[in-house]
């Protein structure tokens, strides 16, 4: 079973900057893509930003020009510059993988990592 490995997070102040890392346990499957998502109290998980293995990213509209994720196939990780922060991004923030299951008739599923909270406020 791949695990998801995340650091970073924690308390920023509004315009501040934040950076989060994520490594999968075991580099050996193939991965489609990375990325993260965000959960408000009470709603569910959306997506942040995410990017392929061939480097084509994807920003949710409340964060473009403000967070940048990159990644390296490598070492398989995937990071999360977060600038120009704002108290509505606070929200636990969790890494997500594709991952192949391994396998002739495998697929790539969402493997997910424990969550980190990121809290802006003055």
């Known amino acids: 079973q791949v695990r998801l490995m995340e650091s970073g997070g924690g308390l920023a102040q509004p315009g501040g900057s934040l950076r989060l890392s994520c490594a999968a346990s075991e580099t050996s499957r193939p991965i489609s893509s990375m990325g993260w998502y965000r959960q408000f109290p009470g709603r569910q998980r959306d997506l942040v930003a995410d990017?392929?293995?061939?480097?084509?990213?994807n920003y949710a509209d409340a964060v473009k020009g403000r967070f940048t994720i990159s990644n390296d196939n490598t070492k398989n990780t995937v990071t999360l510059q977060m600038n120009s922060l704002r108290p509505e991004d606070t929200a636990v923030h969790y890494c997500n993988m594709k991952i192949h299951s391994g396998g002739p008739t495998g697929y790539f599923r969402d493997t997910w990592g424990q969550g980190t909270l990121v809290t802006v406020s003055s």
């Open positions: 990017i392929t293995t061939y480097g084509i990213t």
